[in-house]
């Protein structure tokens, strides 16, 4: 299924049996099967969710459920990286900011108090959102509710938190994407995919911008996406409803409101030409990626879709695997996924050279086995395989009352509702073998192909990698 990472989602149907609320929800519940969905009659949790809106606009969505001693807290802002208008890296930096104390919290105390009571805490940031996320015993609630409205309203934003945290960011950015093959390889895939559209930039930013975003900036940021009317606090698990409401209008009705929420006016520009580009690194090997555009999340060719990348690339008894790793064996692995967010998708894959294997002999080995499928088609077993693991995976990925949060503040945000699981697995079990071949052929045509391939550096006799790139050998290792 598409990327969670962070923030994937699908569209939806109807489900003749419902799925049990103890396979969906609670901790230290079993996983389900493929036989459990069959078999199990159940009620979806949502149907008991409790939704509400302050007078500053802040939504509010509890679910109650006292089957575990443990309450999932999330807060989250309907800004990402996508929002970032001037200095990319602004929403990331944010992410950080919020744990470095405010008027009457010292810096890390958040945390360290969390932490103390046996808690959990953490955040992160994507195209689209940023979450701020606890899980807790009961007890801790009400802590937790303060805490949080504290460093929304009265958040630390001064030079000497925004140089720390800056310093901070940039060694992330230096051992996550900078150091690393595959994180130059997909970053600048996206670059090469969304010529135009914000998701064309990593959610950690340019190193440029994060280098040189003032205390000015980040302080428009903050008071323009943390506004009340632009965040939604969901919580999930062992808490009294009417009591935690109360907590929460005290605590968050003194956020202030926006005037407005601008958002990023630019679109995708329509693809006319297949586009390439090469990035030259010390990898072990050469390394592939390749991404086309895609609907984005709640389409109706969604499911198709994902279920397109299941049977070309989820496992190793997938087409791109079978066939580049086991048959040919031509490349160490090859995999990829359908990637939805609110604004567009994009389906991507990658792989990694054999040593001795030049990239074209994979590159040619890897589309052949996609225009297969568009030209050809798949199977009926095919098919019916994928929709099992997918629907077995998607009710997996609810199973505690923070995976649970995360599920309703997700689609609260994307599409203002929950969907209902019944719902998602009927789509999922509508998808036919025709429906596959035609998403594929109509979305990873070859003119729509987006390549960059990662290439090593050819050493000189005196072994030094900064020499030329081994271009004539397109990546290969002899």
Known sequence: MAASIPVTLVAVVTLGTVLCVAIVFGLGVRSASAEDLGRTTIRDPIERLFETQLDNGLRVVLLEDHRTPVVAVQIWVDAGSSDESFYTGTAHLFEHMMFKGSKNIGEEVHAQLIN????????????????????????????????????????????????????????????????????????????????????????????????QVTVEACQSFFDTYYAANNLTVVIVGDFETASTMKQIERAFGRLPTADSIPRNPTTVVPQHGARRSDVYFDAKIPLLFAGWH???????????????????????????????????????????????????????????????????????????EIDRVGSEGVSEEEVARARRQMEVSLVNRFVTNHSMASRIGREIVAFGRVRPLSERIEAIRAVTPADVQRVVAAYLKPEFRSIVRVIPREPDRSGNTESKPAAARVGGIR
């Open 116 to 211: 103390e009571r046996g808690g959990r805490i953490n955040a992160y940031t994507s195209h689209d959102v940023t979450v701020y996320h606890e899980d807790v015993t009961a007890e801790s609630l009400p802590l937790v509710i303060d805490l949080e409205a504290e460093r929304f309203l009265n958040l630390d934003i001064s030079e000497s938190t925004l140089d720390s945290e800056r310093e901070v960011v940039l060694e992330e950015r230096r051992l996550r994407t900078e150091d690393t093959p595959d994180g130059r390889g997909f970053e600048a895939l996206t670059a090469l995919v969304w010529k135009a559209h914000p998701y064309r930039w990593p959610v950690i930013g340019w190193r440029s911008d994060v280098e």
């Open 294 to 368: 895609a609907p984005p999340t709640g389409h109706a060719d969604g499911e198709a879709l994902d279920l397109a990348s299941q049977i070309l690339s989820g496992g190793r008894s997938s087409r791109l695997y079978r066939s580049l790793v086991y048959e040919h064996e031509k490349a160490l692995y090859a995999h990829g996924s359908y990637w939805e967010f609110k604004d567009a998708g994009m389906f991507y894959a990658s792989a990694g050279a054999r040593p001795g294997v030049s990239l074209d002999e994979v590159e040619a080995l890897f589309m052949a």
